[in-house]
C-alpha cells in the first residue's frame, strides 16, 4: 500500500492568515495541504477558488490538494493548473465525461482523484477504473455529506475503502470527514492512507500531536 499521508484540511484553518497556517501545517509534519472548493451549486457552502490557491502558491511550497466540490468541475481545471494546484479532486457525481478530465488534469501536470458522496456506490467508478486506473491517482470516499465541516464521522463508508482496497492495492485511497483520533482507526484498518483532518486538527492544543497520531495508525495498518 502507498505511503500514509496526513492532510489537514485548511477549511478549519483561519482564513484571515490562510499562507501562515498552510505553512505551520506542513512545519507541523503535514503532507498535503486539503483545499476545500465549494460552488455554492453542487454544495451549500461557498469557498474558495483558483485566484486564492494562486495567492497560496506564491507563499507556500506544500502540496495544494484541491477537492473541488463544484458543478461541471471540467470548466475549472486550466484555471486551477495555472494557479499552481498540485492535485485536482473532482466528484463522479458532477462530470459527464470522467475519463476525459482525469486525461486533461494529468495533462496539465496535476495529479487526478475522483470522489465519491456516501450516497454513491463505488459501482459508479467501474468505467473510470476499466478505461484509465493507471492515470488515477486518488479515489477521495466521503464520509460525511460534503459541504460543511465539523460533521460525525460515518463509519458505514469503511465498505466502500475495502472494496478499492482489495481491488487495487497501491491506489491512494483518501478519506475525508469527521476524522479524528478516535476514528482513524476504522479509516486506517479498512485501507485509507490519505486522511484529511479539519478541526482536529485545528482545534487541538497541539496540532502536531495529532498529526503524528493520525500518521501512527495508518502506519500501522501499512
Not at 54 to 64: E, I, Q
Not at 165 to 177: K, N, T
Request: charged content about 20%; hydrophobic content about 45%.
Amino acid at each position: 500500500m502507498p505511503k500514509a499521508i496526513i492532510a489537514p484540511s485548511l477549511l478549519s484553518g483561519d482564513w484571515a492568515y490562510l499562507a501562515r497556517d498552510c505553512n505551520k501545517m506542513i512545519e507541523l509534519g503535514a503532507d498535503y495541504l486539503h483545499m476545500d472548493v465549494m460552488d455554492g451549486h453542487f454544495v451549500p457552502n461557498l469557498t474558495i477558488g483558483a485566484p486564492v490557491i494562486k495567492s497560496l502558491r506564491k507563499a507556500t511550497t506544500g502540496y495544494l490538494d484541491c477537492h473541488l466540490m463544484v458543478s461541471h468541475p471540467e470548466q475549472w481545471v486550466d484555471d486551477f493548473a495555472k494557479a499552481g494546484a498540485d492535485g485536482f479532486t473532482f466528484h463522479i457525481e458532477a462530470s459527464d465525461d470522467p475519463v476525459a478530465l482525469i486525461r486533461r488534469i494529468k495533462s496539465l501536470g496535476m495529479l487526478p482523484g475522483i470522489a465519491v458522496k456516501p450516497g454513491t456506490p463505488i459501482s459508479s467508478l467501474e468505467t473510470v477504473f476499466a478505461e484509465c486506473i493507471d492515470d488515477l491517482h486518488m479515489v477521495l470516499v466521503m464520509t460525511v455529506e460534503p459541504g460543511f465541516g465539523g460533521q460525525s464521522f460515518m463509519v458505514d463508508m469503511m465498505d466502500k475503502v475495502r472494496e478499492v482496497r482489495a481491488r487495487f492495492p497501491e491506489i491512494y485511497i483518501q478519506v475525508d470527514g469527521g476524522l479524528a483520533l478516535d476514528t482513524v482507526d476504522a479509516a486506517a484498518e479498512a485501507g485509507a492512507n490519505v486522511i484529511v483532518a479539519g478541526s482536529a486538527v485545528f482545534g487541538a492544543p497541539k496540532p502536531e500531536v495529532v498529526i503524528q497520531g493520525l500518521r501512527v495508525a495508518l502506519e500501522k495498518c501499512n
